[in-house]
């Protein structure tokens, strides 16, 4: 980048510039520098320590170093509280030889996506955001809902709609273009579009979204809550994933698509789903990494826990949408993932599980038009529907013993992020409940 391209100019104007990464688990990490620092580390990179990538130490990748990736490069729309000016950056992580490190969730999607393209295929991502906007609570909650409203509802108390407009006019002026947000199912819930893009950009921005969106909210006073299922009484929180494939050559065919088809949907759409189902409690594990992931994928609970599509069935976990009429429109949408899952390795893994459907011929089972929870085991086994992992322990071992998504994350990646969340199982289980203690200490 020559000292003057348009990022260059951009940090001229910034106090201080925030150089971003995630670990494995997908929680944005940062390194903050004067504006003033910009040149040298941008093309000499930054030390890190490999603990901070990985969640635990490893001497053989405890040498690592951030390297600012300067077509990321975005200035924050809000200030400081003294008033000073920063920008942010996306960075990619090499290991000691200068090599992409292998657990750089930035680099495995990488890998996915020059994968896909090699086989003519341009993948295009989307997501739709689930989160609450709460009050401060009681103590040991997230919250209460900041207000009272239903689905897409038009409410007159409008503190909750102006966080969200502060939150897309906040990424607008960062590039990132909101296509819309509504009120969600639940009392407090909302969710946020953005406009679709290629999978490093729709990954990369999702974390800026989320990121952006806390700190609008607590600038009015309240939370904004992505977690699975933050609230006992409430639907949990959803990450719709909506993709594509596009063709690589200049006229960007629209490879989901066959208008001689009554779904619209072309043999390759039909393969590459056919491989998301074979692949879907790997893909679970990526989808729902976290403990209270398996508080929200519960049968009844307003959320998909079987491997079953369908081309009308919002119940389902994975929904064909689209118009027939718009070549471009047909897509795959993801219902099933929430917002803990770290969206450069779903990605990877979605693509993985395309290219694996599409090399392997699988055969896409019958649509599934009825709530799947509402049939009976016997009908459920007569259609060869089986349900998705029901808790953490069962997607991990899933995600062990599937060798497509494994190869897709890498080893090191793939190792580091069952390590962790199984540290965070075993936690779960030592701990002792108000729940327990109200069911137990007097009747036992």
């Not at 953005?194 to 952006?212: E, M, V």
């Not at 047909?330 to 090399?359: N, T, Y």
Request: net charge negative; proline share 7%; aromatic share 6%.
């Amino acid at each position: 980048m020559t000292a003057s391209s348009p990022a260059a100019r951009l940090v001229e104007d910034a106090d201080f510039v925030q150089l971003l990464f995630t670990d494995i688990a997908g929680r944005l990490k940062t390194l903050e520098i004067p504006a003033a620092r910009w040149a040298e580390v941008r093309d000499g990179g930054w030390t890190l320590d490999g603990s901070v990538v990985l969640g635990y130490g490893d001497p053989e990748h405890s040498d690592l170093r951030l390297v600012p990736d300067p077509s990321t490069y975005v200035q924050r729309p809000w200030a400081t509280p003294s008033g000073r000016t920063v920008g942010m950056v996306f960075c990619d992580i090499q290991d000691t030889a200068g090599r992409p490190f292998a657990a750089d969730p930035r680099a495995v999607l990488r890998r996915a996506v020059r994968a896909s393209e090699a086989r003519g295929q341009r993948p295009v991502f989307g997501v739709e955001a689930e989160f609450y906007l709460l009050r401060p609570g009681a103590p040991g909650t997230a919250g209460e809902p900041a207000d009272g409203a239903g689905y897409w509802d038009l409410s007159v108390d409008e503190e909750a709609d102006e966080v969200c407009r502060d939150i897309a006019e906040a990424l607008a002026r960062m590039g990132l273009t909101v296509d819309g947000h509504h009120h969600e199912v639940c009392a407090g819930q909302r969710e946020l579009v953005f406009r679709h893009g290629d999978a490093l950009s729709t990954a990369d921005r999702l974390l800026l979204l989320k990121h952006t969106a806390r700190v609008m909210a607590r600038r009015r006073g309240l939370t904004a809550v992505f977690m699975p299922k933050p609230l006992a009484h409430l639907y949990g929180n959803a990450l719709h994933v909506h993709v594509s494939l596009e063709g690589t050559e200049a006229s960007a065919e629209a490879l989901f698509h066959d208008g001689t088809d009554p779904d619209g949907m072309s043999a390759l759409f039909r393969g590459s789903l056919a491989g998301v189902l074979e692949h879907a409690p790997a893909l679970t594990a990526l989808g729902n990494p976290t403990v209270n992931s398996y508080k929200r994928l519960v049968p009844a609970s307003g959320t998909p826990v079987h491997r079953s599509w369908a081309r009308h069935n919002r119940s389902t976990a994975f929904k064909v949408v689209g118009n027939n009429a718009v070549p471009g429109s047909v897509r795959l949408e993801m219902r099933s993932p929430d917002p803990s899952a770290h969206p450069h390795l779903l990605f990877a893994g979605i693509l993985a599980a395309f290219a694996d459907g599409q090399d392997r011929d699988l055969k896409l089972p019958e649509a599934c038009e009825e709530p799947a929870d509402q049939l009976t085991p016997r009908d459920l086994a007569a259609r060869g529907i089986l349900a998705l992992p029901t808790d953490l322990p069962s997607a991990l071992r899933a995600l062990e013993e599937d060798g497509t998504v494994r190869e897709a994350l890498g080893d090191l990646a793939a190792d580091a992020l069952v390590r962790n969340s199984r540290a965070d199982w075993a936690s779960w289980h030592r701990l002792v409940t108000p729940w327990e203690i109200e069911r137990y200490a007097d009747s036992v």
